[in-house]
């Protein structure tokens, strides 16, 4: 699976913007997906996951309530949308693709790095004051 995310760009602190992920090669019906993001000097972080068919999300506290992840499987699509944005959420943002389903029992593994098979190359998000 190739994954290419983009709509990154320079905002302003409260601005709106929404973040894609679009993929080739196979469809992904199949992954669970996830967005994770990486700041300057600061390990990749956990931003937001969501399961096969898109009934089951979950959010890092941090953007809880701000940004919502969903899906488009026709589309071969994941997306991010991203809310009421703060300096704090500057950083470059990557997808990923995770061959086992999101489950209520194991939702807090869709934090873990190692358990995505795939990504993207990522894209950078500017949040000015």
């Known amino acids: 699976v190739q994954l290419q995310a983009f709509g990154g760009g320079l905002v302003q602190a409260g601005d709106s913007l929404r973040l894609s992920c679009s993929a080739s090669g196979r469809g992904l019906e199949n992954y669970a997906m996830g967005w994770f993001r990486q700041a300057p000097g600061k390990e990749r972080e956990f931003v937001a996951a969501?399961?096969?068919?898109?009934?089951?999300?979950y959010y890092a506290d941090s953007v809880q309530g701000r940004f919502a992840i969903s899906r488009d499987n026709a589309k071969n699509a994941v997306y991010l949308q991203m809310n009421g944005l703060k300096p704090d959420d500057t950083a470059v943002y990557y997808c990923?693709?995770?061959?086992?389903?999101?489950?209520?029992?194991?939702?807090?593994?869709?934090?873990?790095?190692?358990?995505?098979?795939?990504w993207g190359q990522g894209t950078l998000v500017t949040v000015s004051s």
């Open positions: 969501i399961g096969w068919s898109g009934g089951l999300t």
């Open positions: 990923a693709a995770d061959p086992e389903d999101l489950t209520w029992a194991t939702i807090t593994s869709a934090e873990i790095v190692l358990d995505y098979h795939y």
